[in-house]
Antibody, heavy 113, light 112 residues
């Protein structure tokens, strides 16, 4: 059974940093692209980042480019999202996803002073 | 960016009846490989989204065959036949044709 468990969420002040982790199990992690998608409270879905199987290629929307960094450790079956210069509009539940097909339960991030 | 437009905003259905949700893309989602990059997700209340349909018309693993997807290059339909109470939630369409991936704003399905 595919399992994706996100950790690292919390309350952070504007301008500060936070790093999310997603530990995967139940599939061959190194064979899949991994993604982060977020959902602001009461809102729809927004793709945040993608990383290929070996971590050599990453992609971001303009809304987070230059502030967020996705990375992975295939030995640890873990994908990360480093979020810098956080803004109030980054407040959301952050989901990691295997191939955009299976999603974790989400990690809540609140950016507020 | 490709804009995904869903309709209706919400739908109320009697159990056992059918429901249809529409999704339109601002650009053809047919890739050069002949794949239509349109996906449907269901987000049940308080849960994370789950994949229902991939590549426009393929049923994801474990999804009841009451769900079906169809469409063209820019107009798509999710049909739910014989709606059950467990189908309540918000349905999203989304594409993976190119970056940025984008989603529709969602259609809320309620039970009468």
């Amino acid at each position: 059974e595919v399992q994706l468990v996100e950790t690292g969420g919390g309350l952070v002040q504007p301008g500060r940093s936070l790093k999310l982790s997603c530990v995967a199990s139940g599939f061959t992690f190194s064979s899949y692209w991994m993604y982060w998608i977020r959902q602001a409270p009461g809102k729809g879905l927004e793709w945040v980042s993608s990383i290929n199987t070996d971590g050599g290629s990453t992609y971001y929307p303009d809304s987070v480019k230059g502030r967020f960094t996705i990375s992975r450790d295939n030995a640890e079956n873990t994908v990360y999202l480093q979020m810098n210069s956080l803004r109030s509009e980054d407040t959301a539940t952050y989901y990691c996803a295997k191939g955009m097909d299976a999603w974790g339960q989400g990690a809540s991030v609140t950016v507020s002073s | 960016d490709i804009v995904m437009t869903q309709a209706p905003l919400s739908v109320s259905v009697t159990p056992g009846e059918s429901a249809s949700i529409s999704c339109r893309s601002s650009k053809s989602l047919l890739s050069s490989k002949g794949i239509t990059s349109l996906y449907w997700y269901l987000q049940r209340p308080g849960k994370s989204p789950q994949l229902l349909i991939y590549r426009m018309s393929n049923l994801a693993s474990g999804v009841p065959d009451r769900f079906s997807g169809s469409g063209s290059e820019t107009d798509f339909t999710l049909k739910i036949s014989k709606v059950e109470t467990e189908d309540v939630g918000v349905y999203y369409c989304g594409h993976r044709l190119e970056y940025p991936f984008t989603f529709g704003s969602g259609t809320k399905l309620e039970i009468k």
